[in-house]
């Protein structure tokens, strides 16, 4: 994806339907935000040198290195204080990110068994707590999220990052700069799981009591940021780490102010009255305000995709490909983009179509409503005679855009062709918790849709992760349950294939399989609006879930 960013995007006319689907928002707005003033009281009393970001998550996202809260708990937690082997490439707003170097200097897979990779580390790398970050650190760490024996383990961060990893076997110190990783099977997409595996200090644990629920009140990593004060549910505040070893990557900032704000209403009355610098995803009926006020709007492409994830549990009224067919037919992306501020691209596949991904598949994901309804009476169903379906959704969370406002359109579109949805409105960790477990967990009650933003960085967290048979919970989160001998093929050729254009062919398929057996609801890809105070300066929209927050200063 090469589209360039913006950070004044013109907002489109909105429709005279998109305004009705705006009000109940605008009725809320009042009193929910006058109550989020009330929580961020005293957020305005920091130094000059410090940003205050209000987030959309319910909570602050673990201190433990393995964090929760999904990719916006790793954005300004897992990547500000912890850090990875491999990094992305943030540096950019106009080109895709990359892979690089981060706490590793390079990796290699053995020439004559794809099995065996070899990791070489950073030297002079120490953790916060002036412990030296070392093969015998990253040995533990994965001990830590693999190894149910090891005193380290810790259920909580296993669950965090265990699918993350989910064919590696064995691991092995060679030297103190040197590991040495053996995984099951052929997999090619190593570099990039290890990019979402971060580390946490072995000797702080210790020095805390061997406790975990001790180590997050005194954490440590390696990251450009130390945390300085987590309070649950209230703030967390990051300070610059002058002894970072990266020391073009010293923070800017003097401190970075975490706050939980998961009501958009409310995290834009907070930048108005100065009480945060930055708003994640604001509502999209403030943006034009927002701009006239003087607030910037930044706004990138990144790999993301927003869509429905089907049960396919014996019984799942998704299992017939017609009502599946019909539910991508019945969806109004372009009325919601409208509604949206035009902050979305619509889905046509799990990628865009100007992805090298995604083929040529023979069933095209459009709004046609007479053709919905058509293949919804071969299945036996009809507005009169509806389908009833119960979908799981969360109020807010990471990359979840405005799921309250897309999810009601989605049900109106879906009940024209005979589909009656009823919802399961869960907190984003809650949703989370569920897509671990999957549609099997009682937890489930009765639902056979989930909706949780997918991130789609590489071949795994794009494609393989939500469909393998072999990655069904616990193991990994093919929350439905899918299983298809075909599709389980293309994932090993993607696995096990090196030579770069073999793979692409494997991958074009498996995506071509996606849109033309209709597996999931595909709506939605995200651009990641943020609002920002003019006194914000150096943020670079990097076209990626995460961002380097050490390029960012305050203007007095």
């Given at each position: ?13 909105r429709?005279?339907r998109a305004?009705h689907?705006?009000?109940p928002?605008r009725r809320a707005?009042?009193?929910?935000a006058m109550?989020?003033?009330l ?5 305005s009393?920091w130094?000059?040198?410090t940003m205050r970001?209000?987030?959309?998550l319910?909570?602050i996202?673990?201190?433990?290195g393995q964090?929760d809260?999904?990719a ?8 500000t204080?912890f850090?990875?082997l ?17 706490l ?6 053995n020439?004559?068994?794809k099995t ?7 030297p002079d ?13 990253v040995v533990?760490?994965?001990?830590k999220?693999?190894n149910?024996q090891?005193?380290?383990f810790d259920p909580k ?12 076997k064995a691991?092995?110190?060679?030297d ?5 990783i053996?995984?099951?099977e052929?997999?090619?997409?190593l570099?990039?799981q290890?990019?979402?595996?971060v580390f946490?200090?072995?000797?702080q ?12 009140k005194k954490?440590s990593?390696?990251g450009?940021f ?7 549910r209230e703030r967390a505040v ?5 002894g970072?070893w990266?020391k073009?990557?010293v923070?800017?900032?003097d401190?970075l102010v975490?706050?939980?704000v ?16 930055w708003?994640e995803a604001?509502?999209?009926d403030?943006?034009?305000s927002?701009?006239?006020?003087g607030f910037a709007?930044?706004s990138?492409v990144y790999?993301h ?8 549990l014996e019984?799942?009224?998704?299992n017939?490909i017609?009502?599946?067919k ?5 969806i ?15 889905a046509k ?12 598949p023979s069933f095209?994901?459009k709004y046609?409503v007479p053709?919905?309804?058509a293949l ?5 169903f009809s507005?009169?005679?509806?389908l009833k379906?119960?979908?799981i959704m ?6 979840q855009?405005?799921p309250q406002?897309m999810?009601?359109l989605i049900?109106q579109?879906?009940a024209e062709?005979?589909?009656?949805v ?6 984003w ?6 897509w671990?477990?999957g549609?099997k ?5 009765g ?6 933003s997918y991130?789609s960085?590489d071949p795994?967290t794009?494609?393989?992760?939500h ?6 919970p616990p193991?990994?989160t093919n ?6 001998k075909?599709?389980?093929?293309l994932?090993?050729s993607i696995r096990?294939e090196?030579?770069?254009k ?10 071509e399989?996606y849109?033309?057996?209709?597996l999931f609801l595909f709506v939605?890809?995200d651009?990641?609006p943020r609002?920002i105070?003019?006194k914000?300066k150096?943020?670079v929209p990097?076209?990626n879930?995460?961002q380097d927050f050490?390029?960012i200063s305050?203007?007095?």
């Amino acid at each position: 994806m090469t589209a360039p960013h913006t950070l004044t995007p013109a907002a489109p006319q909105r429709s005279p339907r998109a305004r009705h689907w705006l009000m109940p928002t605008r009725r809320a707005a009042t009193a929910v935000a006058m109550g989020a003033a009330l929580c961020l009281a005293g957020a305005s009393a920091w130094a000059a040198g410090t940003m205050r970001v209000a987030m959309t998550l319910s909570d602050i996202p673990v201190p433990n290195g393995q964090t929760d809260q999904g990719a916006e708990g790793m954005r300004f937690i897992g990547y500000t204080v912890f850090e990875a082997l491999v990094a992305f490439d943030l540096s950019s707003a106009d080109k895709a990110s990359g892979l690089i170097p981060g706490l590793a200097t390079e990796w290699k897979v053995n020439p004559t068994d794809k099995t065996r990779w070899t990791f070489k580390l950073r030297p002079d790398v120490k953790f916060h707590d002036g412990s030296t970050f070392n093969a015998q650190a990253v040995v533990w760490n994965l001990d830590k999220l693999l190894n149910t024996q090891a005193e380290q383990f810790d259920p909580k961060q296993a669950a965090q990052g265990r699918n993350r990893i989910p064919t590696v076997k064995a691991y092995k110190v060679i030297d103190d700069l040197t590991v040495e990783i053996t995984t099951a099977e052929p997999e090619a997409q190593l570099p990039y799981q290890f990019a979402m595996v971060v580390f946490s200090s072995p000797a702080q644990w210790l020095a805390v009591g061997k406790s975990w629920d001790n180590f997050i009140k005194k954490p440590s990593g390696t990251g450009p940021f130390k945390m300085e004060t987590y309070v649950p549910r209230e703030r967390a505040v990051l300070a610059r780490n002058e002894g970072y070893w990266n020391k073009n990557r010293v923070p800017k900032l003097d401190k970075l102010v975490l706050l939980p704000v998961p009501d958009p209403s409310a995290r834009v009355a907070a930048l108005r009255s100065n009480q945060v610098d930055w708003v994640e995803a604001p509502p999209p009926d403030a943006l034009d305000s927002l701009k006239g006020a003087g607030f910037a709007i930044a706004s990138n492409v990144y790999p993301h995709v927003w869509p429905w994830h089907f049960s396919r549990l014996e019984g799942s009224p998704w299992n017939d490909i017609r009502v599946r067919k019909a539910a991508n037919l019945a969806i109004d992306r372009e009325g919601m983009k409208s509604l949206m501020g035009g902050m979305m691209v619509s889905a046509k596949g799990m990628v865009p179509p100007n992805s090298p991904w995604f083929g040529k598949p023979s069933f095209e994901v459009k709004y046609d409503v007479p053709a919905a309804k058509a293949l919804m009476a071969q299945a036996g169903f009809s507005k009169e005679k509806p389908l009833k379906v119960r979908a799981i959704m969360s109020p807010s969370g990471s990359g979840q855009m405005q799921p309250q406002l897309m999810n009601e359109l989605i049900q109106q579109n879906l009940a024209e062709i005979g589909i009656q949805v009823e919802f399961d409105t869960r907190d984003w960790n809650a949703l989370l918790a569920n897509w671990r477990a999957g549609a099997k967990d009682p937890g489930t009650k009765g639902a056979t849709s989930t909706n949780s933003s997918y991130y789609s960085q590489d071949p795994f967290t794009a494609l393989i992760r939500h469909l393998d048979s072999g990655l069904v919970p616990p193991k990994g989160t093919n929350w439905g349950y899918y299983q298809d001998k075909d599709m389980d093929a293309l994932f090993d050729s993607i696995r096990t294939e090196f030579d770069p254009k073999v793979q692409l062919t494997a991958i074009q398929k498996a995506h071509e399989k996606y849109v033309n057996d209709a597996l999931f609801l595909f709506v939605a890809h995200d651009v990641a609006p943020r609002a920002i105070s003019k006194k914000v300066k150096g943020f670079v929209p990097a076209q990626n879930w995460f961002q380097d927050f050490t390029t960012i200063s305050m203007d007095k």
